[in-house]
């Protein structure tokens, strides 16, 4: 059963920083697709960084310049580093990742979510 368990959330002020974690239980290959999502309340979930075992990366408007989303193939492990935090970046922060096996992308698995809250 594939697992993904994240780590790094928490309370921190406006404009400090945070480094999420994701390991996933599973070898992370280069055409592989991890990221992160977030969901506010009472938004939709949204995309916020992608980045693949290849190390290609994409990020949403809201977090160019801010965010840097990397992983460590070895440890199997995803990161997410949030500088520069603003209140609008409150948010349940959703790790996920799709494995590219035989020509074809799995479902994408997704982590139990980690806090994150910006406060002023």
């Known amino acids: 059963q594939v697992q993904l368990v994240e780590s790094g959330g928490g309370v921190v002020r406006i404009g400090e920083s945070l480094r999420l974690s994701c390991v996933v239980s599973?070898?992370?290959?280069?055409?592989?697709?991890m990221g992160w999502d977030r969901q506010a309340p009472g938004k939709q979930r949204e995309v916020v960084a992608t980045?693949?075992?290849?190390?290609?990366?994409n990020y949403a408007n809201a977090v160019k310049g801010r965010f840097t989303i990397s992983s460590d193939n070895a440890k199997n492990t995803v990161f997410l580093e949030m500088n520069s935090l603003k209140p609008e970046d409150t948010a349940v922060y959703y790790c996920?990742?799709?494995?590219?096996?035989?020509?074809?992308?799995?479902?994408?698995?997704w982590g139990q979510g980690t806090q994150v809250t910006v406060s002023s």
């Open positions: 996920n990742w799709r494995q590219y096996r035989f020509r074809a992308y799995s479902p994408t698995y």
């Open positions: 599973e070898s992370i290959g280069n055409d592989d697709i």
């Open positions: 980045v693949t075992g290849a190390g290609v990366t």
